[in-house]
């Protein structure tokens, strides 16, 4: 079964701070995409990035920097110097297994990122 | 057009009324998506169109949920006989499919409160 897990319901820093966002995901699969959405008070999910299984190496933009571990099953998201615009709700998703032509996506249920001036 | 547009933005209906919400996808995108978001949860998946294939019905909550896709562009989600528990945020998304597992775009949703 295809599982995602986000443990951090919420989280409040104070701006500046670096945070870290956790995803923890469980699949069969040996080929597979982990994605990291954010969703701002505005309600519309802005894709943030994709990462496939094969490529390890951590991803660095501007002030987000992910973190892909295999042996752990994780794919870390960390805001370095938070700020108050980075409030929002931040999903990891996981492809799931296809039937035939369709693309499902396997949803955590979120982390509530609350950035504070 | 320029992003997914979802229409309307807000609905408040009566328990027993019939509901229709409207998807326009990104132009050139072949998939569409229909998730559900209820308060405070994450994506509930309901239904799934690609192209010319039959659609991924397989998360539609029940059989008062349907859903269609005229021309491939267009899509309307209907909720027969509205129920308090349909009271959430219903979100659209299009992929363009170009292989490999798509990046989804998302409308900002129709909240649908149903009394």
């Known amino acids: 079964a295809q599982k995602v897990t986000q443990a951090q319901t919420e989280i409040s820093v104070v701006e500046k701070e670096d945070v870290t966002l956790d995803c923890v995901y469980e699949t069969r699969d040996t080929t597979y995409y982990l994605f990291w959405y954010k969703q701002p008070p505005s309600g519309e999910l802005v894709f943030l990035i994709r990462r496939n299984s094969f490529d390890e190496q951590n991803e660095i933009s501007g002030r987000y920097s992910w973190n892909f571990q295999k042996s752990t099953s994780s794919f870390n998201f960390t805001i370095t110097a938070s700020q108050v615009v980075d409030s929002a709700v931040y999903f990891c998703?996981?492809?799931?297994?296809?039937?035939?032509?369709?693309?499902?996506?396997?949803w955590g249920l979120g982390t509530s990122l609350g950035v504070n001036p | 057009g320029a992003g997914v547009s979802q229409s309307p933005s807000n609905k408040v209906t009566e328990k027993g009324k019939d509901v229709e919400l409207r998807c326009d996808p990104i132009?050139?995108?072949?998939?569409l998506y229909w998730y559900r978001q209820s308060l405070g949860q994450g994506l509930e998946f309901l239904i799934y169109?690609?192209?010319?294939?039959?659609?991924?019905k397989s998360g539609l909550p029940s059989d008062r949920f349907s859903a269609e896709r005229t021309g491939g562009s267009v899509s309307t989600l209907t909720i027969q006989r509205t129920q308090q528990e349909d009271s959430a945020v219903y979100l659209c998304?299009?992929?363009?499919?170009?292989?490999?597992?798509?990046?989804?775009?998302f409308g900002a949703g129709t909240r649908l409160s149903v009394l």
């Open positions: 998703a996981l492809s799931g297994r296809n039937a035939g032509n369709n693309r499902k996506l396997i």
């Open positions: 132009s050139g995108h072949t998939a």
């Open positions: 998304a299009s992929s363009l499919l170009a292989g490999g597992p798509d990046i989804q775009y």
């Open positions: 169109f690609q192209g010319n294939s039959a659609p991924d």
